[in-house]
């Protein structure tokens, strides 16, 4: 089942698509990064699937429900806003037991203490009002999963945070894998590539790619070489009427960049033009890409 | 002031509540950090709180306050 | 869930000093309404020796013209600057997102919050009633419970309506500015529509004046039905049009 799945999902406002069309599949139990820079309809589409806002056109269905239908659906899932809001005459500790009491949680003591530790605020007697960015975004993921929610949902759940507190956060929701559902959006193409199994990229309202990791570099992987030799011109001469060589350039003074059709036979069949061409072989690399790559590939050709 | 002397038994209950809840206002005020205070500096707080008797309070935890809600106070 | 939410607002009230405002002002003018009534001729008296200015004596009724005109006004003012914020600064602050992102029946959130205000007030009103009878019965002993207790009654009715009108008004602004826009351009059309006389009967507004003119003379529960009735259907419609807005509304 998807946790996740909305069909032609939009939401326009006056006569700006904040989305548009978006058809969003997020299966149980990955770590789904929603990706996108400010102002791509991040915001929107998670306003849109906690029933925040109401859809222009279109449906979206969480954990099997239409939520357009009931929102009972909304006590399964654990939400952090971008910029969390709390009431701030309360301490942490009475401002979840306000959340565990409101999600019907029965003996919640005990719960409550360990998110507190988790989120390291057990210490801490002031009132939230006191409390930096920094301590506000722990209380809002304590608070999102204090109720044990099968779906996390987090807005930008990095961006407000130092290096420490971004790596801790990420772990965090990484140590979530196979227990929880997880939909996070960032703009930081660093905190998809650590922990996520799965990404959609939506740019300018639009949906431009929803696939896992593992077909992401499978399909777009270049197949790219690196070799070092002492007879580059010579090797190049060889290699150009081959027909699984694709492109070739000299790099440096004796490095060559080669793409192959096929990784294996190239893999194979060089060492041997090698040795019967009588040509030394200094450096062997193989190119894998890197995310940075085919998020820019993508994002930029529109997929 | 002869008006005071007669009556002062029945008077005295009224301005019993409006010190205790002055006094209220003024420990709130006290045990507040700076920066949850809105508007005006502590001691003008303290001033406010006095001269407008049973209302300086009033005014005070409805308009002296920030962050009782929420973050954009 | 509405209890577990009201518990939430009586820890808000403790905690942000809300409790404090409305008990401390509610038992200051019970009290001080009939020592009012009761000194201020004398008071005034007392000013000007060199000229005689005739003053009636006060009668027990001055008591509970003083309660009913302070309620009115300073307490009326009080009130609605308290509750006024209720829904809508939760909505300025980003924290009714949140709530209602938990899966929160939002109408009850909105009955809660009314309930707990409604319940809060008459609690306070009865305490100041039962304050500025105990007072008025010392420095008038002819004082009439009756009398004193039904007008207290009715402006009961009518603070419900009050009560109505700031939670519908909260549940429609999205800031506390918004709201007191709302509500008093509704209280005053009201306050205007007072004057023609085919809507006087069935008027909220026209409440307070019937409670002076019951302390004035005598108590006729008889010909404030129609009132009564209008005012309680308003009420309603006001509660549920302002839940029913609020549980649609994108946050």
Same mark, same amino acid.
């Given at each position: 089942?998807?946790?996740?799945?909305?069909?032609?999902? %939009?939401?326009?406002?006056?006569?700006?698509?904040?989305?548009?069309?978006?058809?969003?599949?997020?299966?149980?139990?990955?770590?789904?990064?929603?990706?996108?820079?400010?102002?791509?309809?991040?915001?929107? $589409?998670?306003?849109?699937?906690?029933?925040?806002?109401?859809?222009?056109?279109?449906?979206?269905?969480?954990?099997?429900?239409?939520? %357009?239908?009931?929102?009972?659906?909304?006590?399964?899932?654990?939400?952090?806003?971008?910029?969390?809001?709390?009431?701030?005459?309360?301490?942490?500790?009475?401002?979840?037991?306000?959340?565990?009491?409101?999600?019907?949680?029965?003996?919640?003591?005990?719960?409550?203490?360990?998110?507190?530790?988790?989120?390291?605020?057990?210490?801490?007697?002031?009132?939230?009002?006191?409390?930096?960015?920094?301590?506000?975004?722990?209380?809002?993921?304590?608070?999102?999963?204090?109720?044990?929610?099968?779906?996390?949902?987090?807005?930008?759940?990095?961006?407000?945070?130092?290096?420490?507190?971004?790596?801790? $956060?990420?772990?965090?929701?990484? %140590?979530?894998?196979?227990?929880?559902?997880?939909?996070?959006?960032?703009?930081?193409?660093?905190?998809?590539?650590?922990?996520?199994?799965?990404?959609?990229?939506?740019?300018?309202?639009?949906?431009?790619?929803?696939? %896992?990791?593992?077909?992401?570099?499978?399909?777009?992987?270049?197949?790219?070489?690196?070799?070092?030799?002492?007879?580059?011109?010579?090797?190049?001469?060889?290699?150009?009427?081959?027909?699984?060589?694709?492109?070739?350039?000299?790099?440096?003074?004796?490095?060559?960049?080669?793409?192959?059709?096929?990784?294996?036979?190239?893999?194979?069949s060089l060492p041997e033009i090698l040795s019967k061409e009588n040509i030394l072989l200094n450096k062997w690399e193989l190119k894998e890409p890197t995310l940075e790559d085919i998020f820019l590939e993508v994002v930029h050709n529109g997929n | 002031m002869e008006f005071i002397v007669k009556y002062w038994a029945y008077l005295l209950p009224v301005l019993i509540i409006q010190v205790v809840f002055q006094i209220i206002a003024l420990v709130d005020l006290a045990r507040r950090p700076r920066e949850e205070i809105r508007g005006l500096s502590k001691p003008l707080w303290v001033v406010i709180i006095i001269i407008f008797e049973i209302l300086g309070p009033v005014i005070y935890f409805i308009f002296g306050k920030k962050y009782d809600a929420g973050d954009k106070n | 869930m509405v209890t577990k939410l009201m518990k939430k607002e009586w820890n808000e009230y403790l905690k942000t000093g809300k409790f404090y405002i409305l008990l401390f002002v509610f038992i200051f003018f019970a009290i001080l309404s009939p020592i009012t009534a009761k000194f201020m001729p004398e008071f005034i008296k007392s000013l000007s020796q060199e000229i005689t200015i005739t003053v009636p004596p006060?009668?027990?009724?001055?008591?509970?013209?003083?309660?009913?005109?302070?309620?009115?006004?300073?307490?009326?003012?009080?009130?609605?600057?308290?509750?006024?914020? !209720?829904? #809508?600064?939760?909505?300025?602050?980003?924290?009714? !997102?949140?709530?209602? #992102?938990?899966?929160?029946?939002?109408?009850?959130?909105?009955?809660?919050?009314?309930?707990?205000?409604?319940?809060?007030?008459?609690? *306070?009103?009865?305490?100041?009633?039962?304050?500025?009878?105990?007072?008025?019965?010392?420095?008038?002993?002819?004082?009439?419970?009756?009398?004193?207790?039904?007008?207290?009654?009715?402006?009961?009715?009518?603070?419900?309506?009050?009560?109505?009108?700031?939670?519908?008004?909260?549940?429609?602004?999205?800031? *506390?500015?918004?709201?007191?826009?709302?509500?008093? #351009?509704?209280?005053?059309?009201?306050?205007?529509?007072?004057?023609?006389?085919?809507?006087?009967?069935?008027?909220? *507004?026209?409440?307070?004046?019937?409670?002076?003119?019951?302390? #004035?003379?005598?108590?006729?529960?008889?010909?404030?039905?129609?009132?009564?009735?209008?005012?309680?259907?308003?009420?309603?419609?006001?509660?549920?049009?302002?839940?029913?807005?609020?549980?649609?509304?994108?946050?």
């Amino acid at each position: 089942m998807l946790a996740i799945k909305t069909e032609g999902l %939009s939401k326009y406002f006056n006569n700006k698509k904040a989305v548009e069309d978006l058809n969003l599949q997020v299966p149980e139990g990955v770590i789904f990064g929603y990706l996108g820079p400010n102002g791509a309809g991040k915001t929107t $589409t998670i306003r849109l699937l906690l029933s925040l806002a109401k859809p222009t056109k279109g449906r979206a269905y969480i954990l099997g429900e239409n939520i %357009s239908k009931s929102r009972n659906y909304l006590k399964k899932i654990g939400f952090l806003p971008e910029v969390p809001s709390f009431y701030n005459f309360f301490t942490a500790k009475e401002f979840l037991n306000f959340i565990s009491d409101i999600s019907g949680m029965v003996k919640p003591n005990k719960k409550i203490e360990e998110m507190l530790q988790l989120v390291e605020l057990n210490k801490e007697k002031k009132r939230i009002g006191t409390y930096s960015r920094g301590m506000k975004q722990r209380l809002g993921i304590a608070q999102a999963i204090l109720s044990d929610p099968p779906l996390l949902i987090l807005d930008e759940p990095t961006s407000a945070l130092d290096p420490e507190g971004r790596k801790e $956060t990420l772990d965090l929701i990484a %140590s979530f894998k196979g227990q929880k559902t997880v939909f996070f959006s960032t703009h930081i193409l660093g905190d998809v590539e650590k922990i996520c199994d799965m990404v959609g990229i939506i740019k300018e309202g639009r949906l431009v790619l929803n696939d %896992s990791i593992e077909n992401l570099k499978k399909s777009h992987s270049k197949r790219t070489l690196f070799i070092e030799v002492d007879k580059p011109k010579k090797l190049m001469e060889t290699l150009q009427y081959l027909n699984w060589v694709e492109e070739m350039s000299p790099v440096n003074k004796n490095g060559i960049i080669l793409q192959v059709k096929d990784l294996q036979f190239a893999q194979k069949s060089l060492p041997e033009i090698l040795s019967k061409e009588n040509i030394l072989l200094n450096k062997w690399e193989l190119k894998e890409p890197t995310l940075e790559d085919i998020f820019l590939e993508v994002v930029h050709n529109g997929n | 002031m002869e008006f005071i002397v007669k009556y002062w038994a029945y008077l005295l209950p009224v301005l019993i509540i409006q010190v205790v809840f002055q006094i209220i206002a003024l420990v709130d005020l006290a045990r507040r950090p700076r920066e949850e205070i809105r508007g005006l500096s502590k001691p003008l707080w303290v001033v406010i709180i006095i001269i407008f008797e049973i209302l300086g309070p009033v005014i005070y935890f409805i308009f002296g306050k920030k962050y009782d809600a929420g973050d954009k106070n | 869930m509405v209890t577990k939410l009201m518990k939430k607002e009586w820890n808000e009230y403790l905690k942000t000093g809300k409790f404090y405002i409305l008990l401390f002002v509610f038992i200051f003018f019970a009290i001080l309404s009939p020592i009012t009534a009761k000194f201020m001729p004398e008071f005034i008296k007392s000013l000007s020796q060199e000229i005689t200015i005739t003053v009636p004596p006060p009668t027990w009724r001055d008591s509970f013209v003083q309660f009913s005109k302070n309620l009115n006004q300073i307490v009326f003012i009080v009130i609605v600057l308290v509750f006024l914020g !209720s829904v #809508a600064e939760e909505k300025n602050h980003g924290t009714a !997102s949140l709530v209602a #992102a938990k899966g929160i029946d939002r109408r009850k959130w909105v009955f809660s919050k009314f309930l707990f205000q409604i319940l809060f007030s008459l609690a *306070m009103l009865t305490i100041a009633f039962f304050l500025c009878f105990y007072y008025a019965k010392l420095l008038f002993p002819e004082t009439q419970f009756y009398l004193a207790f039904s007008s207290t009654v009715l402006f009961a009715v009518y603070l419900f309506f009050i009560l109505t009108l700031t939670i519908f008004s909260s549940s429609i602004g999205n800031s *506390m500015l918004q709201s007191a826009g709302i509500f008093f #351009a509704i209280f005053i059309i009201l306050n205007i529509l007072n004057i023609i006389p085919q809507v006087n009967p069935y008027n909220p *507004m026209t409440l307070p004046s019937i409670e002076n003119q019951w302390i #004035a003379s005598k108590v006729a529960w008889g010909n404030t039905i129609k009132p009564i009735i209008s005012t309680v259907l308003l009420s309603l419609i006001l509660i549920f049009s302002g839940a029913a807005y609020f549980h649609k509304q994108e946050l």
